[in-house]
């Protein structure tokens, strides 16, 4: 079983950047796909980025194209996401979630054993 654990969220004025990791523990992580959402208050839950077990298909919401990178390092057990040009807009709590099958985590129907906590962000303007 994987389990995952956010961090890299803070205060950012407007137009900074933030790298937030999503760091797993469990020896198959590699396989699995993962992919980022978020929610801000009184708004659902939505979809980020994912990216796929072998890093060929990185997949990303329009809102975060051309300033999101995802990315993976299986040797650190590490996803991260890269987020640049920030805007108020992206304040949110981030969360990062696993699945075998990127499909599934594209949807955001992943069991709930397989999210993190969440790491908060916040973008001032």
């Known amino acids: 079983q994987v389990q995952l654990v956010e961090s890299g969220g803070g205060l950012v004025q407007a137009g900074g950047s933030l790298r937030l990791s999503c760091a797993a523990s469990?020896?198959?992580?590699?396989?699995?796909?993962v992919g980022w959402f978020r929610q801000a208050p009184g708004k659902e839950r939505e979809f980020v980025a994912a990216i796929s077990w072998s890093d060929r298909v990185p997949v990303y919401a329009d809102s975060a194209k051309g300033r999101f990178t995802i990315s993976r390092d299986n040797a650190r057990n590490t996803v991260y996401l890269q987020m640049n040009s920030l805007i108020p807009e992206d304040t949110a709590v981030y969360y990062c979630?696993?699945?075998?099958?990127?499909?599934?985590?594209?949807?955001?129907?992943?069991?709930?054993?397989?999210w993190g906590q969440g790491t908060q962000v916040t973008v001032s303007s």
């Open positions: 979630a696993a699945d075998l099958r990127l499909g599934r985590v594209v949807a955001g129907t992943v069991t709930d054993d397989l």
């Open positions: 469990g020896r198959t992580f590699s396989r699995y796909a």
